[in-house]
T-cell receptor, first 110, second 116 residues
Framework: KQEVTQIPAALSVPEGENLVLNCSFT??????LQWFRQDPGKGLTSLLL?????REQTSGRLNASLDKSSGRSTLYIAASQPGDSATYLC?????????FGTGTSLTVIP | GAGVSQSPSNKVTEKGKDVELRCDPI?????LYWYRQSLGQGLEFLIY????????KSGLPSDRFSAERTGGSVSTLTIQRTQQEDSAVYLC??????????????FGPGTRLTVL
């Protein structure tokens, strides 16, 4: 069974800092990996989708990398802003199911 | 355009009662998923619909849980004889095709279920 772990569980940084969120998964036979943002009362928003054949994806200040063989992904957020405060979830597609991590709660302090 | 919508946003029920949760996917999306998120835990896959194919029910935790999707659009998740451990946020997502390999899922805001 696939297990997805995210570290740290919570992170607090001052505005402007660059930061890295980590995601690891136990079975490397994934189809893809997605990073989501979860805001209270708004459900999940997909940030980046990395196919299993890709190494990274970039969108604005966000960069996600994937090392499938080692079962790891990172989400890099550059020049953090208070509006980035949210819970960030990674999810892997394994078979036709999705396995989610427990998330990292990020607080960016103005 | 309109996103995935879910209703109700909050539901409080008594133990033993049945509840129905509704999901309206994005128009044209053929794949629809139900998940639940219990307090302090990650999202848990429940069930997956793809077009007119038989749904993948492998994530349903017990036979008290069922879901249907009428006309390939709206879906209803039904929980019979609710238990306190059913309390969670139930999220619905849709995507354009099979969703498994290439497509981004779009999530609704969820239904927060509280079983007293």
């Amino acid at each position: 069974k696939q297990e997805v772990t995210q570290i740290p569980a919570a992170l607090s940084v001052p505005e402007g800092e660059n930061l890295v969120l980590n995601c690891s998964f136990t079975d490397s036979a994934i189809y893809n990996l997605q990073w989501f943002r979860q805001d209270p009362g708004k459900g999940l928003t997909s940030l980046l989708l990395i196919q299993s054949s890709q190494r990274e994806q970039t969108s604005g200040r966000l960069n996600a990398s994937l090392d499938k063989s080692s079962g790891r992904s990172t989400l890099y957020i550059a020049a953090s802003q208070p509006g980035d405060s949210a819970t960030y979830l990674c999810a892997v597609t394994f078979g036709n199911q999705f396995y989610f991590g427990t998330g990292t709660s990020l607080t960016v302090i103005p | 355009g309109a996103g995935v919508s879910q209703s109700p946003s909050n539901k409080v029920t008594e133990k033993g009662k049945d509840v129905e949760l509704r999901c309206d996917p994005i128009s044209g999306h053929t794949a629809l998923y139900w998940y639940r998120q219990s307090l302090g835990q990650g999202l848990e896959f429940l069930i997956y619909f793809q077009g007119n194919s038989a749904p993948d029910k492998s994530g349903l935790p017990s036979d008290r849980f069922s879901a249907e999707r009428t006309g390939g659009s709206v879906s209803t998740l039904t929980i019979q004889r609710t238990q306190q451990e059913d309390s969670a946020v139930y999220l619905c997502a849709s995507s354009t095709t099979s969703g498994a390999s290439t497509d981004t899922q779009y999530f609704g805001p969820g239904t927060r279920l509280t079983v007293l």
